[in-house]
């Protein structure tokens, strides 16, 4: 059975939308992914190596979503995922994109996961 390092609610400002009243907005999204991966090694050393280091993930993820619009959450889940899965050592990553439409106060929310290896990124 592999590691699993999980992390919840990572929110990040982004422009994300493609009615017309939404790309020029920028909009919360929620980040929540689950990586198979490696930890034995750093465990038993109690050393942070070979780890995916979530401080790490975290900068990188808000570079990227800073820098970038997205029509669908699809897209941002999927650029998520390739962030994860080429910059950090790791098996699989499931990633969830959840986003809160301003637009729609009758809906809590909407959410989009995907689930990706690296091997899905080689070439790419």
Not at 34 to 63: K, M
Not at 74 to 84: Q, S
Request: aromatic residues 8%; contains cysteine.
């Amino acid at each position: 059975m592999p590691d699993k390092l999980i992390g919840t609610a990572f929110t990040y400002d982004c422009h994300v939308g493609f009615h017309a009243h939404e790309p020029p907005l920028r909009q919360r999204v929620r980040v929540d992914f689950e990586l198979e991966v490696d930890s034995r090694p750093a465990a038993l050393a109690d050393e942070p190596v070979g780890i995916v280091d979530y401080f790490e993930v975290n900068r990188a993820l808000a570079a990227r979503l800073a820098g970038r619009s997205y029509k669908l959450i699809e897209a941002l889940a999927e650029d998520v995922a390739r962030v994860l899965c080429t910059g950090f050592p790791l098996r699989r990553a499931r990633v969830r994109v959840t986003k809160h439409p301003y637009d729609m106060p009758n809906v809590g929310s909407v959410a989009v996961e995907c689930e990706r290896t690296p091997a899905d990124f080689e070439g790419a």
